[in-house]
């Protein structure tokens, strides 16, 4: 009976004189995460186009589209981008499968502690990893009225060829080209 | 082996007219409808004649429609024929009604239980109609009703009434607007004994009493309250009560669409979020027509081996320490084991626990670069620590005391209680879905069914130790006949199955998990049914703990792995 509960120890001994992982002091030492790791979300503003396909998708409904300056206006009209709550987010990775021109990924950072519950919603300037300098955007902007400016006087050009129908539309691409 | 058209013909000529519509699915699938008035005689010659012993589960169907209330049997068989029956009766919705199975079937008693708390559908003939997951002020309100309107927010501080009564003392209560009552949301109360008057009706004398495990015990983690009448150190009678965790799952479900689906079932039972989405998404597939590629079958393979190896070690591990192996710790050790295992998951889906893996016609992404070496390491290393630690409680004496022939079940009570998983195998009944269903790559893959014949708690661990073993090896067959090519079906971008039903069972690390799905031909499931594992399993400690010393509980009811969580969903 001794005998065998002292062999019940075998597996002890054995493991007290091994190098055996077991805790880790988090955070000076931060486990390796593998490529795939889900973790809090990575937006290239260059790409996204604002659809809002993930804000859809989210079972949770903590994606909500807010407005950004750094993003490219000519891919994204609205130039809204996701901001997304992480107090709610489970971390599924349906936004990322759903996002038409993979420009949503997630990253390996995990790490998100604050203080309020504020602090846990990351808009599009805290998650954003790639985005355009102020000066990339003007020249973007530029561009793109440029070619609404373009498209106008191609319109204005049909509308005179044509009859009188496309004035309504010329009105409001004047419209649209005002607000950008 | 009858197959399903078989038993089909043979329903048909036992009971002319009464099988109002039949639909054979697959030769293992039959789906019929019949006459309510001749649903015991119907259950009971299939069970008699056409062995089908196993009952393995119903769920109601509100057709609000057709104005018709359904209610599903399913019904199939341990070692006679693998054909799964699914015997639907229609009764009308203003008066829901149908025979109770629990004279034929003792484990027909908590799912009718369920369906008649959650739709309002009667049983007659059913010995203890009482709610199950339910809380008291819900019954009545029929949550599962499709024209269900959410329950009023009881809740809030601001509606509290305080009371101050004759002897000074105040009392808070939250009361009802007249208009809630008025409109039906809340329902009048109905009249049964509470769960404490049905277990103090058994007190018989002086000397016995009720002591309450629970709802935090140490026989698992997980809330549920087991209330036992002991006389002495000996159980008269045990009382089960559950729902501490109750969710809805089934009812989020409907109101999501296919998709968003598979993240609740994650959530389920986080020890086996893997076989959950399998078991949802299948069901989908069916429903679908949709078969994944092969690729993409052997990647939920060893997606699901590996869940059962993580669950397997944690539940095993956390029972040894709960039952106190005095000369080492196994948790610790299988904790160790077990973050290697999770490890490989996460590599794979990108969590450690809630995967989100599996997808309607294939999975979320391929293995990553360098996975089968990793794979192979860790399978070597899980290998030689089961080996060790089978060794290691082969010769621990307080084990063996604890554990040798404590809560024997013989494999025909095992079969009548409707046990499943693990503890089912133990009583030398190997009845396994892997084998059962054809599904995945499992066909195609050597592997043998773990049973014992002992019954006791003892056999329960083995099995599950034995299984890891398996597991392995299955992993490794994946990996080496693993072919090339895609992992994904290609689907439309919104899914919306045709109208249809479909039931589709795997093996869960807990035994039988079964996904019911019906869908009405939009983009969002009409009805859900969860057949988990462990509610079966559950369901039978109350007869198990009966005449057992009060300090075998804990070997008895921790030797069965409980998830409470799935339980009450
Ligand atoms: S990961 Fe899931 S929960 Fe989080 S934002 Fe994306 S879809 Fe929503
Ligand atoms: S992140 Fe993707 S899905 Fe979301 S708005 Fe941008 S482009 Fe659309």
Redesign the interface.
């Known amino acids: 009976?001794v005998l065998?509960?002292l062999?019940?120890?075998?597996?002890?001994f054995k493991?007290a004189f091994k190098d055996?992982e077991?805790t880790r002091t988090f955070p000076e030492f931060m486990m390796e995460?593998?490529?795939?790791?889900?973790g809090i979300h990575e937006l290239d503003a260059t790409v996204c186009i604002g659809c809002g396909s993930c804000a859809r998708?989210c079972?949770n409904n903590c994606i909500e589209m807010v407005p950004f300056k750094y993003g490219n206006p000519l891919k994204n009209k609205k130039m809204v981008f996701p901001s997304i709550d992480f107090g709610r987010c489970?971390?599924?990775?349906?936004c990322v499968?759903e996002c038409p021109v993979s420009c949503l990924k997630?990253g390996k950072n995990v790490v998100m502690a604050g203080w309020l519950r504020d602090d846990l919603i990351l808009g599009p300037d805290k998650i954003s990893v790639k985005r355009h300098t102020p000066q990339e955007v003007a020249a973007l902007e530029e561009e793109a009225r440029r070619l609404a400016a373009e498209k106008k006087k191609a319109a204005a050009a049909k509308a005179k060829a044509g009859d009188k129908k496309p004035a309504g539309a010329k009105k409001k691409k004047e419209e649209a080209g005002g607000e950008s | 082996m009858p197959s399903a058209s078989d038993i089909l013909s043979a329903l048909q000529s036992a009971f002319p007219g009464s099988i109002q519509e039949s639909r054979v699915e697959s030769d293992s699938r039959l789906w019929v409808t019949v006459d309510q008035k001749k649903l015991l005689e119907i259950a009971k010659f299939l069970r008699d004649k056409q062995g089908f012993d196993h009952y393995s589960g119903s769920a109601g169907v509100d057709r609000m429609a057709d104005n018709l209330m359904e209610v599903v049997e399913i019904m199939a068989s341990y070692a006679n024929h693998n054909i799964v029956v699914m015997i639907k009766v229609k009764t009308p919705r203003d008066a829901p009604s149908v025979p109770s199975l629990v004279p034929l079937f003792w484990n027909a008693n908590w799912y009718e239980r369920e369906s008649w708390e959650m739709f309002g559908i009667n049983f007659e003939g059913h010995p203890e109609l009482y709610p199950l997951l339910l809380g008291d002020d819900l019954v009545g309100a029929w949550p599962w009703r499709k024209d269900f309107k959410g329950y009023p927010d009881t809740t809030t501080g601001k509606r509290t009434v305080e009371r101050v009564d004759a002897s000074g003392l105040t009392s808070y209560r939250i009361g009802l607007t007249d208009e809630q009552v008025d409109s039906g949301q809340i329902p009048q109360r109905i009249e049964y004994p509470t769960f404490r008057e049905r277990e103090e009706a058994h007190i018989e004398s002086e000397s016995e009493m009720i002591l309450h495990l629970g709802p935090q015990h140490a026989i698992v983690p997980g809330p549920f309250l087991l209330d036992v009448l002991v006389d002495g150190e000996r159980i008269k009678k045990a009382f089960l009560d559950v729902g501490y965790i109750h969710k809805g799952i089934e009812k989020i479900m409907e109101n999501r669409t296919y998709l968003q689906g598979i993240v609740y079932t994650d959530r389920m039972c986080y020890l086996a979020s893997i076989s959950n989405n399998e078991a949802y998404c299948g069901a989908v597939e069916r429903l679908l027509g949709v078969t994944p590629p092969e690729r993409a079958q052997y990647i939920r393979v060893i997606a699901a081996e590996l869940s059962r190896i993580q669950s397997h070690l944690l539940g095993t591990g956390e029972f040894l320490t709960l039952l106190g192996s005095a000369t080492y710790s196994p948790f610790q050790y299988m904790i160790i084991d077990r973050e290697d295992v999770i490890s490989l998951l996460e590599s794979i889906t990108g969590a450690r626990i809630t995967h989100t893996f599996v997808r309607f016609g294939g999975v979320r992404n391929d293995l990553p670069d360098g996975f089968a070496e990793q794979a192979r390491k860790v399978m070597k290393m899980v290998r030689e620590k089961t080996m060790e630690y089978k060794d290691l409680i082969a010769a621990d004496p307080i084990y063996r005391k604890r554990m040798d022939g404590i809560g024997v079940i013989s494999p025909q009570d095992a079969r009548d209680l409707g046990l499943c998983g693990p503890p089912l195998r133990a009583s030398d009944t190997p009845y396994d879905m892997r084998r059962e269903d054809p599904i995945l790559a499992y066909p195609d893959l050597d592997f043998k069914v773990i049973s014992r014949k002992e019954g006791d708690s003892a056999a329960r661990v083995d099995v599950r130790l034995d299984e890891i073993l398996e597991s392995v090896y299955i992993i490794e067959q994946c990996l080496d006949q693993i072919p090339e090519g895609p992992v994904q079906e290609k689907l439309p971008k919104k899914i919306k199955p045709e109208p249809g039903e479909a039931y589709y069972r795997t093996e869960d690390p807990r035994g039988e998990m079964g996904f019911y799905v019906v869908s009405d031909g939009s983009d969002k499931p009409y009805r859900v049914k969860v057949r988990g594992p462990f509610y079966a399993t559950f369901q039978t400690f109350t007869p198990l703990l009966e005449g057992v010393y009060l300090a075998d509980v804990v070997a008895i009811a921790g030797s069965m792995d409980a998830c409470t969580s799935e339980v009450d969903r």
């Open positions: 009976m065998n509960i062999k019940g120890y075998k597996m002890t493991t055996v077991v995460l593998p490529a795939n790791e889900r998708i079972p489970m971390f599924c990775g349906l499968d997630m």
